[in-house]
């Protein structure tokens, strides 16, 4: 059946337009990764962490993308948000690639999950928790493409999932707000979710797809906090 399929509707690359795969080999080696930085000051951080003198009660412990927003990974993103028909089989492409990536070079977050794996059983391990849409946009979309990473992310490294986090006001889009405008725009619009309490992770791993100035995954993270979590990293496709 898959290959009568692939013969009638031939795979197409999201990147360039190749007929063959959604992502292609040659797009997946343009995704330029360039320095992880710390979340809260934007400075180059050694392997995306939180610097010491950078780290707030609230805030985020550190940072982790798969690439920067341009080229090929751009253009897989914005298809990824606005092409339903195409979402839900080229997400599992995405995390592949990000669980090939982790696992060839082992950057520090996936060291952290790995070790804290062995506390688990305890209660004591992290859980994966997407960043949420507003109900009716969701709604409109008909999909929450975090939500879908999230998933797929916690199956293919053994964690817990959990929507730990819901959006309780509709905001402006974030795309043409300046800095302080995107920090105002989303105060406040976030609250813990009665599953996160069937979670009790000390320890999160925050989804979204882009960070730009971070104004989302830091009111998320610190929702998350305040509700108890310990440690709190967020994963983005791309900054």
């Not at 995306?48 to 707030?56: A, I, V």
């Not at 800095?179 to 599953?195: H, L, P, Q, V």
């Not at 100035?213 to 994963?235: F, H, I």
């Amino acid at each position: 059946m898959n290959l009568i399929l692939d013969v009638l509707f031939p795979k197409k690359c999201v990147g360039c337009g190749k007929f063959d795969s959604y992502f292609c080999s040659d797009c997946v080696s343009n995704i330029r990764q360039g320095e992880l930085i710390c979340p809260v000051c934007d400075i180059p951080s050694v392997f995306g962490e939180t610097h010491p003198f950078c780290k707030r009660v609230f805030g985020l412990d550190g940072l982790w993308s798969l690439g920067l927003y341009q080229g090929s990974l751009k253009k897989a993103i914005q298809k990824l948000k606005y092409k339903p028909a195409l979402v839900r089989d080229f997400v599992p492409v995405l995390v592949n690639i990000i669980v090939e990536y982790w696992t060839k070079y082992q950057p520090v977050i996936f060291d952290e999950i790995c070790f804290d794996q062995i506390k688990k059983d305890k209660g004591q391990g992290w859980v994966v928790v997407p960043v949420p849409l507003f109900w009716w946009r969701e709604n409109d979309r008909g999909f929450n493409q975090s939500k879908l990473i999230g998933q797929l992310l916690s199956k293919k490294l053994g964690l817990d999932y959990c929507e730990g986090l819901k959006r309780i006001r509709y905001t402006r889009s974030q795309a043409r707000l300046k800095e302080k405008d995107r920090r105002k725009n989303i105060r406040g619009a976030f609250e813990i979710s009665s599953n996160y309490t069937l979670y009790p992770k000390p320890y999160t791993l925050l989804i979204d797809d882009v960070w730009t100035t971070g104004s989302t995954l830091k009111e998320c993270c610190y929702v998350l906090k305040r509700a108890g979590a310990q440690k709190v990293w967020a994963l983005t496709l791309a900054r």
